[in-house]
């Protein structure tokens, strides 16, 4: 077991290498400084394992998972919330930053081009092509062979 004024952390651990698997383990880390709460115990007996492990979670509410494992039914979990919700966290740090420049000038910003509403452009309709004119000068065309 560590300790000391700022936070705790509590660890536990029993092994036995020999035989069907066998431990027990837990710890716990509270640290109120840095606002940490958290922890997790488990036990296991050849295939039986049972289990706890909680965190407090930042709205202030503690949330635990109770869990146990056999050989048939895999893992079931069971999730519990104490406390209330608490949202009022304000920072006790505030910046003492304040700009250096400040400036006196601030303009009103107005767009000179106001668009208007038009609909939708709708073509007219227009005949086959036919071109425009007719060419005067109508060259007398030969081959050079």
Avoid: W
């Avoid at 066998?22 to 940490?36: G, H, I, P, Q, T």
């Avoid at 039986?48 to 109770?66: A, C, I, S």
């Avoid at 039914?73 to 930053?97: H, L, N, R």
């Amino acid at each position: 077991m560590f300790e000391s004024n700022r936070f705790e952390i509590h660890l536990n651990v029993i092994l036995h290498h020999q035989g069907p698997a066998y431990y027990n383990f837990d710890y716990a880390v509270k640290d109120e400084y840095a606002y940490l709460d958290f922890g997790h115990n488990e036990y296991r007996n050849g295939d039986n394992t049972k289990g706890e492990y909680f965190v407090v979670l930042p709205d202030g509410r503690r949330q635990t998972v109770t869990y146990y494992v056999d050989g048939y039914s895999g893992f079931v979990a069971d999730v519990k919330y104490s406390g209330e919700p608490k949202y009022d966290y304000k920072p006790a740090y505030k910046p003492a930053y304040e700009p250096a420049y400040k400036p006196a000038y601030k303009p009103a910003y107005e767009p000179a081009y106001k668009p208007e509403y038009k609909p939708a452009y709708e073509p007219a309709y227009k005949p086959a092509y036919k071109p425009a004119y007719e060419p005067a000068y109508k060259p007398a065309y030969k081959p050079y062979y």
